[in-house]
């Protein structure tokens, strides 16, 4: 069973969280971090400054005191005004360049982990993919919370400034403030999470939309998309999703109104209060009128700073939840358990040996590989076949180690595949799988991706071209194998231009697939996952002889529906619902009359005319009866 530590949600480690998002910052830019730094420092100290300058400013003028320190005051007024005034924008340029150093960080860190994942478990894990997603949208965290935990600070600081100052015109009116100020803490945290909570339940909504979206907008969905007309149907489909993520967030938001709304009226009410009482005590000549400036500035100080620090703690305390997501990602187990000391992987000298393998996909599924025991010779071609979801694909991503079995275990020469390390062993197999991926790039780079070391190596791509029979039709491509083969990166006026980029048949890319698997000479394993499904009668059958010419001496597995170019095998597998129902040589199984004569036979027949009309009148007279 694969394992599925670190998929289920852990506890939410927001403090570990900051930590790593901090280290990215400074990772990034410790430069640009200081710098924010500073301003914060100066963005605290400017409006108290302005508070104690303007009731210094307005006291003098009431006196009617000396001009030089009046003009000392007010230019230092000045300077704080133009500081206030300086800084956001300051900030704003320090906070995006942060930001694109961070996200680059950011972004480097959590491919390269997701990268490290060294099987296919966690990626058929929606927790996981849930997870992902919201990672892969705080790319921007580390510098969010460095600059919100810094905004936090600032205000902090202005806070501490404003409230010594309302404590020296009035302690009662500071206590009244400050204790006003509890359930607003209280609550915007309670809100935070909430929204936290939020962003990551509709995680599974919004990949929902945007697989609906993907469809809609895919240039390979599009044929049926619009001859079966289902443009409609997948729209609607999306925009029902779209809907339920509204209603969470619309939840969310209509709570955030009443409370924040109730919030800043307790607010209003005790600034008013307390403007009453100030007005009051200067008529009785108790507070001057630079004091009472004083404490309307530092009421509102007080107030909105306040205000504005329990709102960037509340966001900041949002930000880690969501980082956490990020974090557990980029610092998770790794999907397949690892040997302490994997051991590298020598040649292949005798064989790969599968003993009493039992795998299923999740443990809920039912098994797709049940017992089997098997062994593929070194230098033998063994082919795999049997009916549709019989388990031969499934079969090949163990001997990749893409999972491992739940029970049994597969050895190469003897050794687990557990022991080993999985880079060490992949470098020692080739494969073209059923799905094969078709790169949006050059000819020559989608044939060399298959030895990246090797990609610059023209002559062998070159070999591997002609090995897979493709040479001919990329050398005649417009710009030769330099040739694009995608329109996708092309803008307008490319467009009339066919050497900014082709498109292959599907023949093609699959025998460019096959190619790939060629630039990987000299490997220990050769996969071929029906290499020649799409293939006409006659590139299937040079694809054919090609491999059988590059198969010789070889090991290799071959998965193939079209079973007369798999009789050539040493050896021939026969999987029935995840088990091993017969295996031999194709006259041995011819032979015997099981499950594999049968299921050849059927093939043949369809070739054969006269045998047609005798296999549809038994069908008919079977079906009759
Ligand atoms: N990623 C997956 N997650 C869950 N179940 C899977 C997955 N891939 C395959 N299966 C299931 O495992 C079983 C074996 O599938 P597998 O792809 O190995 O069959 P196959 O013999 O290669 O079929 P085909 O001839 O159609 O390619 C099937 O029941 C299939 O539904």
């Not at 060399?448 to 050398?475: C, M, N």
């Amino acid at each position: 069973m694969p394992p599925d530590a670190g998929t289920a949600a852990p506890d939410a480690a927001p403090r570990a969280a900051a930590a790593l998002a901090v280290r990215i910052a400074w990772l990034a830019s410790p430069r640009t971090v200081l710098l924010l730094a500073a301003a914060a420092l100066v963005g605290a100290a400017a409006p108290v400054a302005v508070t104690w300058l303007t009731r210094g400013v307005i006291d003098q003028i009431v006196a009617g005191g000396a001009i030089g320190p009046l003009v000392t005051l007010a230019t230092g007024l000045a300077l704080a005004g133009v500081a206030t005034a300086t800084l956001p924008q300051l900030d704003q340029f320090l906070q995006a360049e942060l930001n694109r150093g961070a996200s680059l960080v950011a972004i480097d860190r959590l491919h390269g982990s997701v990268g490290r994942l060294t099987g296919m478990v966690r990626f058929e894990q929606p927790a996981f993919l849930d997870r992902l997603q919201v990672a892969v949208m705080s790319e921007q965290g580390p510098a969010e919370i460095v600059a919100g935990g810094l905004g936090a600070a600032r205000s902090m600081l202005a806070l501490a400034g404003f409230l010594v100052s309302l404590v020296l015109i009035s302690p009662v009116m500071a206590i009244v403030v400050v204790v006003a100020a509890i359930p607003v803490l209280f609550a915007e945290l309670a809100l935070s999470r909430r929204r936290a909570c939020m962003t990551f339940t509709i995680s599974p909504v919004e990949r929902r939309e945007l697989f609906y979206r993907d469809l809609l907008l895919r240039a390979n969905a599009a044929k049926e998309t619009r001859l079966f007309g289902i443009a409609g149907f997948l729209q609607r489909r999306m925009l029902t999703e779209r809907r339920k993520a509204d209603r969470a967030r619309r939840a969310v938001d209509r709570r955030e109104l009443f409370v924040q709304g109730g919030l800043a009226l307790l607010g209003a009410v005790v600034a008013g209060g307390g403007l009453v009482w100030a007005v009051r005590a200067s008529r009785q000549g108790e507070l001057s009128i630079g004091d009472v400036a004083l404490f309307i500035g530092a009421t509102a100080g007080v107030q909105s700073a306040l205000a504005t620090a329990i709102g960037q703690f509340t966001l900041l305390h949002q930000k880690f939840l969501i980082f956490d997501h990020f974090r557990a990602v980029v610092t998770g187990p790794t999907d397949l358990p690892i040997a302490a000391h994997p051991r590298p992987v020598p040649p292949l000298r005798e064989g790969i040996e599968l003993r009493d393998v039992w795998f299923r996909y999740t443990p809920d599924a039912p098994w797709a590989l049940r017992g089997v025991t098997l062994t593929i010779p070194v230098g033998r071609a063994t082919a795999l076949v049997g009916r549709n979801g019989s388990g031969k694909s499934t079969l090949i991503k163990l001997l990749c180690r893409f999972y491992d079995p739940e029970r049994g275990a597969v050895y190469w020469d003897g050794i687990d595949l557990r022991q080993l390390d999985p880079a060490s062993l992949r470098k020692r197999v080739t494969a073209v799988f059923q799905d094969f991926v078709e790169y949006d790039l050059t000819a020559a780079e989608n044939i060399g991706l298959g030895d990246v070391t090797a990609i610059d190596d023209d002559d062998r791509i070159r070999t591997a071209a002609q090995q897979a029979g493709i040479d001919d039709e990329l050398a005649g491509l417009p710009a030769g194998y330099q040739t694009l083969l995608s329109r996708i990166f092309m803008t307008e006026a490319d467009r009339e231009d066919p050497t900014t980029g082709v498109v292959l048949s599907g023949g093609q890319w699959q025998r460019l697939a096959v190619a790939r698997a060629f630039m990987r000479d000299g490997r220990d394993l050769m996969i071929l996952d029906e290499p020649s499904s799409g293939l006409d009668a006659e590139a299937e059958y040079r694809i054919h002889a090609g491999l059988q010419r590059h198969r010789a001496g070889r090991t290799s597995v071959l998965i193939s529906h079209r079973l007369g170019s798999i009789r050539n095998a040493d050896a021939i597998v026969v999987l029935d619902d995840g088990a091993v129902v017969e295996e031999g040589t194709h006259a041995d199984l011819m032979n015997a009359g099981g499950t594999y004569a049968h299921l050849f036979t059927l093939q043949a027949t369809g070739y054969l005319d006269d045998q047609v009309d005798q296999f549809d009148n038994r069908a008919t007279a079977e079906a009759a009866s």
